[in-house]
């Protein structure tokens, strides 16, 4: 039985003092919510605010972002041992912003998923095609390679706690959702291609989230498929009644 997951991705939104306030709103809406597992990944210089406000609230607080070393000369970067000292538990891997934008590539989200596996964080590895890609029939080639490089070298043994999103690029903050059947579909070619690098069992357990435009108003249709196993939320997770609307329509 693989317990939903409802992660919210604050991006470069919310300074300290904004994003304690999100919980104190926040946490009473979803006191009585024992069936997801709720994620807010602020940014690096809310963590240790946010991680200290959500103590004993059954709510996870993680990282958009690390890198993979425990230290060294990397300007500007932050350990898995420096997020694991403050109290994360969970960090994005490989969100397509920070493909875009950063030079993440497909080696780093590995090396990086394995520093987190070895870590005890929780990784959350996001795969997804662009709209070209889409277009000429890529798909499935696209999130079978993300996700077998990913898992390159992955211990099997150690690979329970990882989780993937699928997170289409054209749905990312464009208000251009996936259809339900889209999103089940990907969801089916990324839990194929665990079952190939992984294992068949593991396939059955890791959970896979969708993310790309999720609302209070679809989230129900789009997380109550068979292969859907909860949401990686950007713009609609910035409110909190609006974060809490989605993990209630998206459990049950
Ligand atoms: O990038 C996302 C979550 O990681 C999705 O963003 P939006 O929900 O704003 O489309």
């Known amino acids: ?24 709103h926040f ?19 809310s963590l240790p605010a946010l991680v200290d406000a959500a103590r004993g609230k059954s709510i996870f ?8 070393l425990n230290e060294g000369a990397y300007t500007g970067e932050t350990s ?14 490989g969100h397509s912003e920070r493909r875009q934008y950063f030079n993440e590539t497909d080696t780093t989200v590995n090396l990086k998923l394995k520093a987190a596996l070895a870590h005890g964080l929780i990784p959350i ?7 070209t890609e889409r277009e000429a029939g890529l798909t499935a080639n696209v999130l079978e390679l993300q996700t077998s490089l990913a898992l390159e070298g992955v211990d099997p043994a150690a ?36 079952a190939k690098s992984l294992t068949p069992e593991l396939a059955a357990s890791i959970r896979i989230l969708y993310g790309g435009s999720v609302k209070p108003d ?5 997380c109550c498929l068979e292969d859907i196993d909860g949401a990686l939320v950007g713009g609609a997770s910035l409110d909190p009644t609006s974060f809490a609307q989605i993990v209630t329509n998206a459990t049950n």
């Open 61 to 68: 607080v993680g990282a958009q972002t690390m890198h993979w």
């Open 80 to 93: 898995p041992t420096m997020l694991t000292a403050i109290g994360a538990t969970h960090v994005l891997i």
């Open 1 to 24: 039985m693989r317990k939903p997951l409802i992660a919210a991705n604050w991006k470069m939104y919310k300074n300290p003092t904004e994003s304690t306030a999100f919980l104190t």
């Open 27 to 45: 946490a009473p809406l979803i006191k009585h919510h024992d069936k997801a597992e709720i994620v807010l990944c602020p940014s690096m210089t």
């Open 159 to 194: 690979a329970a706690p990882i989780v993937f999103a699928y997170e289409p690029v054209w749905a990312i903050g464009t208000g251009r959702t996936a259809t339900p059947e889209i999103a089940a579909d990907a969801h089916k070619i990324i839990r194929a291609q665990i």
């Open 218 to 222: 679809n989230a129900q249709s789009l």
């Open 125 to 131: 590895v996001c795969v997804g095609e662009h709209l």
